[in-house]
């Protein structure tokens, strides 16, 4: 039996009392009784068994899980106090979701009421708090209050960044140690500047390969390591490679517009990359945010009658934006108002700027126990510094964006979805119809992707008419795009097959092991032209080389 000092667990109840609060602001929204009843019902049940094992000094016993990660160390398991805070967390949160589950609304607000309570329930794990952590506990007693002291120089550091460190940042140095593959910048204005990368074959295809990553980040995401460098393995395939690297906007470029961006972006790299290759048609690929730049660079193009590109790739690319996943619970009407009202361009105390930390942090809010809580836990409560991960460096490694450019973005796509349908807008002067790109398009999607749902890149299948490939690649946003033939790892699925939804696509596909790296390599390969001599030197005499990559704009910090 349990000694009677051990109850009652005063915090626990605390947490308990809150949850009751929430339960009853939920039954003010739109639950129905039944579902509400159910609910309370089976929580009554549950939670009178978890007391009762509590009293009567039950653990986890050997081997046993709690059934989540965060509770799954071994002094987790070992004490009653601690199984019965973590059970009892656990079943509040299972709760709180339930009902949110049962709200009765319109899709977005059901959503949003979703989003709010797996953000509360997510903030307020027993394992965030060193009262009832017992990791923490353990450690601050071997320590002598050591990893405590360490948590609080660590918290003081984050503060004075700005941001949770994510991992060791002083490790890393763009140009050093990431961002390494050789090449020069050939080419720059205030917007971006055009890296060419210096051969790695004899022979290069005679199309150039053209690279638009999100502005949102830095390009090398793309360029981490050599080992997992999308980059370097594209010139190891006898590619001519050059790659756009935005610059991090600064209050000199505050005014800038999404037609700035596009002429001045993709438009100005592609007729440079033609001008120093000497190629009537290049190759592409737009990444992410790039994807849709380069997407609508294209379609200005076309309307000019000028079809440059022999091929597009797309990665994790929005053009419809119908179906955007969490991101759309942020988007309506009102917020884009207030974000116009005050960085846009008719903003009464002039254009503003968005800052490179905000996008950062809703992004992590996005996984909040994999990108924010995790590190509050190891560096705050365990006085653990993250260790060097270049990932997490290059996420770190925000960028800002120009409110107007911005402000265009958030309302023509996520707010109103007016990129896909034909004549809808004037971009540059022109009317944008994306159906009058001609070029053979291969469109890459990631299954676990939360910032673009493989079903919304599908939805791009509907609007391309020339000749598609479509590609689903396993895990998320990043890690399903960058995997390295030579990692063996994760899976794709194939089907030469469009048919008109996402599921039934899924549903005629196969499944094969490996990276779709090789896929895209044979496809691109058939898009790339005849073998020519290597380029000797960067650039041309019309674009000399200015200095060696990765450049000047890539290393300015937001």
């Known amino acids: 039996m349990m000694n009677q ?36 019902g089976e929580y009554l049940k549950e939670a009178t068994r978890i007391w009762n094992d509590a009293l009567q000094g039950a653990t986890a016993g050997e081997g046993a899980k709690i059934g989540d990660r965060r509770f799954a160390g071994k002094d987790w398991l070992a004490q009653p106090q601690s199984v019965y805070t973590a059970q009892m967390y656990l079943l509040n949160a299972r709760t709180l979701m339930q009902l949110a589950e049962a709200v009765q609304g319109d899709a977005k607000t059901k959503a949003r009421v979703r989003f709010a309570v797996q953000q509360w329930v997510d903030a307020v794990s027993p394992s965030n ?7 923490a506990q353990r450690k601050a007693l071997e320590t002598k209050g050591e990893s405590l002291a360490q948590g609080m120089k660590l918290l003081m550091h984050d503060l004075q960044q700005g941001h949770v460190s994510q991992t060791d940042e002083s490790v890393f140095e763009v140009g050093r140690n990431v961002a390494t593959t050789e090449g020069t910048v050939v080419h720059e204005n205030e917007l971006f500047q055009l890296i060419e990368y210096k051969p790695l074959t004899d022979k290069v295809h005679e199309r150039p390969m053209l690279f638009v990553p999100p502005c949102i980040n830095k390009y090398y995401i793309l360029d981490l390591q050599p080992g997992n460098s999308l980059i370097r393995y594209c010139v190891e395939q006898g590619h001519r490679m050059f790659v756009v690297s935005w610059r991090n906007p600064d209050d000199s470029l505050v005014a800038k517009t999404w037609d700035d961006y596009i002429e001045q972006g993709p438009i100005e790299a592609i007729r440079v990359v ?21 997407s609508t660079a294209l379609g200005v193009l076309a309307a000019r009658g000028q079809q440059p590109a022999a091929s597009v790739t797309l990665l994790t690319t929005f053009v419809d934006f119908a ?102 807008l004037t971009v540059c002067g022109e ?59 994760r899976s794709h699925w194939v089907n030469e097959q469009l048919p008109a939804t996402a599921d039934e696509w899924l549903t005629g596909a196969t499944e094969k092991p490996g990276s779709w790296w090789t896929d895209w390599a044979d496809w691109l390969k058939g898009h790339a032209g005849r073998q020519v001599t290597a380029p000797k030197s960067p650039g041309s005499r019309q674009h000399p080389a200015i200095e060696p990559a990765p450049g000047r704009y890539v290393k300015q910090k937001a």
């Open 5 to 40: 000092s051990l109850p009652p667990f005063g915090q626990a109840e605390a947490f308990g009392t809150a949850v009751s609060d929430i339960l009853k602001s939920l039954s003010g929204l739109n639950v129905p009784q039944n579902a509400l009843a159910a609910v309370q």
């Open 129 to 135: 708090f060193l009262a009832l952590n017992p990791e």
């Open 274 to 294: 033609q001008e120093i290759a000497g190629a009537k048609t290049i190759n592409t690929l737009g990444f992410c945010v790039g994807g849709t730049l380069l």
């Open 323 to 424: 179906d955007t996943g969490i991101l759309d619970i942020f988007v309506d009407e009102t917020m884009v108002q207030v974000r116009e009202m005050t960085i846009g361009a008719q903003a009464p105390g002039g254009p503003g700027m968005l800052k490179g930390q905000e996008l950062a942090t809703t992004f992590s809010f996005l996984r909040p126990n994999d990108l924010v809580w995790n590190y509050v836990v190891g560096n705050y409560l365990k006085g653990e510094a993250p260790p060097p991960f270049d990932l997490l460096y290059w996420n770190g490694d925000s960028t800002n964006l120009p409110g107007p450019m911005y402000c265009w973005y958030l309302r023509n796509t996520y707010l109103e979805n007016n990129l896909k349908v034909p004549g809808k």
């Open 431 to 489: 009317k944008l119809d994306l159906s009058r790109i001609e070029a053979p398009v291969y469109l890459y999607a990631s299954r676990e992707d939360h910032i673009v749902p493989w079903q919304g890149a599908y939805a791009s299948t509907r609007i391309f008419k020339g000749p598609k490939r479509f590609m689903l690649g396993a895990s998320g946003h990043i890690a399903g795009v960058i995997n390295p033939p030579k990692a063996g790892k």
